[in-house]
């Protein structure tokens, strides 16, 4: 990495072009292997010979009238533990992500995080070639810049 490496906060907006989300508020996290996205209501099925899936999202935390319908191919399904060692199988899709005014494709598992803070968890494996993290910083990416939604 160069000195030029941009800085990530321990808190980001996000861009998801490839679901048609704008914006959603991630947890950046390098104690995490893997970066996981709030979705409910799973639902595989197969379009033209490929496995894909359909789920739904709140972007916004504290907010259920806001539904966003995802569909995304199948990459894995993996078993992951999450932050309370718990172990759960779960869907991975390989998506673009905005992070301020860069592009990065990253896996990203599907998981229920009603209970969590935030709504995404970005994991060390998606950022670990493209940013540096100032832990005690936030949203120093504002904004994703690049506005690239729908399909």
């Known amino acids: 990495m160069s000195n030029t490496t941009p800085l990530l906060g321990w808190r980001e907006w996000i861009g998801l072009p490839g679901l048609n ?3 959603i508020k991630a947890k ?3 104690g995490a292997r ?3 996205i709030h979705a409910f209501e799973l639902d595989p099925y197969k379009k033209n010979g490929e496995n894909w899936i359909m789920f739904a999202i709140h972007p916004e935390q504290n907010n259920t009238d806001i539904i966003i319908e995802c569909h995304a ?8 533990s999450d932050s309370g060692g718990h172990k759960q199988q779960r869907y991975v899709i390989e998506t673009p992500l905005v992070i301020g ?3 990065i494709t990253a896996e ?3 998981t229920n995080r009603d209970s969590m803070l935030f709504r995404m968890l970005l994991g060390r494996t998606a950022i670990k070639d493209h940013y540096l993290i100032a832990a005690n910083k936030s949203f120093l990416q504002g904004e994703p810049a690049i506005r690239t939604f729908g399909k």
């Open 34 to 36: 893997s970066s996981a």
């Open 21 to 23: 989300i704008e914006k």
């Open 28 to 30: 950046v996290d390098t």
């Open 101 to 103: 005014q860069s592009i």
């Open 73 to 80: 191919p199948i990459k894995d399904r993996r078993i992951v």
């Open 108 to 110: 990203v598992t599907l």
